[in-house]
């Protein structure tokens, strides 16, 4: 069992769907939780970023970590066609006096007009 | 701010074939890495750099891959000779010494092994 998984999809949702991506672990020693989105063809870049359990909004996109249940989540409000990417979820644990996270496999999200 | 560059951005070789990539990473940046990602994967770290010190290389196939960070800046990732299994996207992420995985990534350097 990986430490991070995640449904690869594909997700797809007409255009202003409201778009819900989890992912479960198995670490309890994650700390950090972060999404990063991922264009086709492009390195991925950071979208959300938390610290222990709790939501963060930011703008249309919330993130919730639930860590008694090792599950976290990524809501998309009002889904555009220009979200149509991959998401991926990584969580840290401190390593050394570093951070380095563990990436979950994706899930690809198609959104239609 | 600049971003990360890689280069090459796409690569194709026959196998048993050497193969170098290359990573300018974000000044200031003192911590760099190295990741894998194949088709429909998350990226999988191969190995990172504190400045001039491979910190983290337990991942890195050392029969074939090598690293090197001169400098503290630029960083190349070899490998030699390719086998079939190596083809995947190779990515060069950086960040500030201390954060806790906030890394910005290249483009990556799509790599074929015919």
């Known amino acids: 069992q990986k430490e991070v998984e995640q449904d690869p999809g594909p997700l797809s949702v007409p255009e202003g769907a409201i778009v819900s991506l989890n992912c479960t672990y198995s670490?309890?020693?994650?700390?950090?939780f972060m999404w990063y989105r991922q264009y086709s063809r492009k390195g991925p870049e950071l979208l959300m970023y938390t610290y222990s359990s709790g939501n963060k909004e930011d703008g249309r996109f919330t993130a919730q970590v639930d860590k008694s249940s090792k599950y976290i989540s990524l809501f998309i409000r009002d889904s555009q066609p220009s979200d149509s990417a991959t998401y991926l979820c990584?969580?840290?644990?401190?390593?050394?006096?570093?951070?380095?996270?563990?990436f979950g496999r994706g899930t690809s999200l198609i959104v239609h007009p | 701010e600049a971003g990360v560059v890689q280069s090459p951005r796409y690569k194709i070789i026959e196998k048993k074939q050497p193969v170098a990539f290359w990573c300018n990473p974000i000044?200031?940046?003192?911590?760099l890495y190295w990741y894998r990602q194949n088709l429909g994967q998350g990226p999988e770290l191969l190995i990172r750099y504190e400045n001039e010190e491979a910190v983290d290389d337990s991942q890195l196939p050392k029969d074939r891959f090598s690293a090197e960070r001169l400098k503290g800046v630029d960083s190349t990732l070899k490998i030699q000779p390719a086998e079939l299994g190596d083809s995947a996207v190779y990515l060069c992420?950086?960040?500030?010494?201390?954060?806790?995985?906030?890394?910005?990534f290249g483009e990556g350097s799509r790599l074929t092994v015919l």
């Open positions: 670490n309890s020693a994650f700390q950090y």
């Open positions: 000044s200031g940046h003192n911590t």
């Open positions: 990584a969580m840290s644990s401190p390593s050394g006096g570093s951070y380095i996270p563990t």
């Open positions: 992420a950086s960040s500030r010494t201390g954060v806790t995985g906030e890394l910005f």
